[in-house]
């Protein structure tokens, strides 16, 4: 909780830098970035729970005119990175060969949401502070069904029988806000960091802290986004540096365990009182970036979601590319 309260301070120390400005008399950076970001647990032998996320996202300044910057945050006298995002992520079962509904593991579920983003960041003040508006859908209708199986006819994993028991579509609509601060640093070499997450809507509500920490041949993490940003001369050409982090997170509510804030009558999904309100997590990986182009390996652990579940992981693969 230290941690925790030291992030607040940091933000109430400096609340002459929180604004809801007009857009237009805002600076922003011309950093323009376009992000592939694949989760599966198949690259930690593991096919159950959070099995699968696709993520696109794209930096662009031009994104600053997007409607929806009017309802995130900025902070004065800082870059500004603004982008979209789509994002789809599938959640199944332990065991995907019954084709009968269980209702003391994980339900079958799957979101598509947009997100629009805006991130401020003071570099001198080693402070990071992101706002993301996610919209789209619960359910069905998110494709989450198809995907799987296709990946899964694909690699000839096996046929997942359980999705006439998916949550059923429901809107998704969630905001969150991020915030990110330098605590101890060696120049080019170590970073260490705290951060702090705070998400709200139906979908997701839970508050989320932790630390992270970099170590090897790496750039300023307030001076760009995944790749460098070449405002920055001093920026190095070549990043590489191996990451860890620990987070710990109170979970209020989580509609891909609990099938929705407004649950039907006879739902057979968790309430409350059956998931797990802490949850930890932990990643570890590595990062290599050169000029223009990037790849991250990760690795996260988290222990279980919901009471008689299991500790669970999955692999990530992202690319970066900068314009």
């Known amino acids: ?70 309802i995130l945050f900025q902070l004065k006298n800082a870059d500004y990175y603004y982008g979209l995002g789509v994002i789809q992520e599938i959640y199944t079962p332990k065991d995907l060969i019954d084709t009968l509904l269980n209702t003391i593991d994980r339900p079958y579920a799957g979101t598509f949401y947009i997100r629009s983003f805006a991130t401020s960041v003071i570099s001198n003040k080693k402070i990071r502070f992101t706002n993301q508006l996610d919209i789209g859908l619960l359910g069905p209708l998110s494709g989450a069904e198809q995907a799987q199986r296709i990946i899964h006819d694909w690699l000839d994993l096996g046929f997942p029988n359980g999705w006439d028991f998916q949550i059923e579509n429901r809107p998704y609509l969630n905001y969150n806000f991020l915030v990110d601060k330098g605590l101890l640093s060696v120049n080019g070499i170590f970073d260490f960091m705290g951060n702090s997450r705070l998400r709200v809507g139906n979908i997701h509500d839970d508050l989320q802290v932790g630390a992270n920490i970099r170590i090897g041949r790496l750039n300023n993490f307030f001076k760009g986004y995944n790749l460098g940003n070449k405002s920055y001369g001093e920026n190095h050409d070549f990043q590489f540096y191996v990451f860890g982090s620990a987070n710990v997170t109170a979970v209020l509510y989580n509609a891909t365990l609990m099938g929705g804030i407004i649950p039907p009558e006879n739902s057979q999904h968790f309430k409350l009182k059956d998931i797990e309100n802490v949850i930890g997590e932990l990643k570890v990986g590595a990062q290599i970036t050169y000029k223009f182009v990037g790849v991250k390996m990760q690795t996260t652990w988290k222990t279980p979601e919901f009471e008689g579940g299991e500790k669970h992981g999955w692999g990530t693969i992202a690319v970066y590319f900068r314009f």
């Open 1 to 70: 909780m230290r941690l925790f309260f030291l992030l607040l301070i940091s933000i109430i120390i400096f609340p002459e830098n929180t604004s809801a400005k007009k857009l237009d008399s805002l600076k922003y950076t011309q950093h323009k970035e376009l992000i592939f970001d694949w989760d599966n647990d198949i690259l930690v032998f593991k096919d159950y729970y959070y099995t699968q996320g696709a993520h696109i996202f794209y930096i662009n300044p031009a994104l600053r005119k997007n409607p929806a910057n009017h």
